[in-house]
Nanobody
Framework: QVQLVESGGGLMQPGGSLRLSCAASGSIVSVAAMGWYRQAPGKQRELVAAITSGGITNYADSVKGRFTISRDNAKNTVYLQMNSLKAEDTAVYYC???????????????????WGQGTQVTVSS
């Protein structure tokens, strides 16, 4: 009923840039906070950046000044512009959303943690 579809990952050299996109689709009623997490091999998943529906942002210290999160509320889409990429940014990046959606019986349900399938970002020369 609801999907978060990420795109934009890939292989980039250190110092380069990538832009990730995540579009929420389906029987969506509303989307509150959206964010990006990442998980490197052998490490726990960690918050990279988050943004509220009003545009308030929060970043991990490791990406401040290099990454920018933004969103298009009309499209239920969140973006992550990643500049000055480093090898340690290599990870699978996951989109996350707090959202309400219509259920099959016509009701409304809320989930604070809806996840996308992830997109691989590899930074290597």
């Amino acid at each position: 009923q609801v999907q978060l579809v990420e795109s934009g990952g890939g292989l980039m050299q250190p110092g380069g840039s990538l832009r990730l996109s995540c579009a929420a689709s389906g029987s969506i009623v509303s989307v509150a906070a959206m964010g990006w997490y990442r998980q490197a091999p052998g490490k726990q998943r960690e918050l990279v950046a988050a943004i509220t529906s009003g545009g308030i942002t929060n970043y991990a210290d490791s990406v401040k000044g290099r990454f920018t999160i933004s969103r298009d509320n009309a499209k239920n889409t969140v973006y992550l512009q990643m500049n000055s990429l480093k090898a340690e940014d290599t990870a699978v990046y996951y989109c996350n959303a707090d959202l309400s959606y219509r259920t099959r019986d016509g009701g409304t349900a809320y989930t604070p943690n809806y996840w996308g399938q992830g997109t691989q970002v590899t930074v290597s020369s």
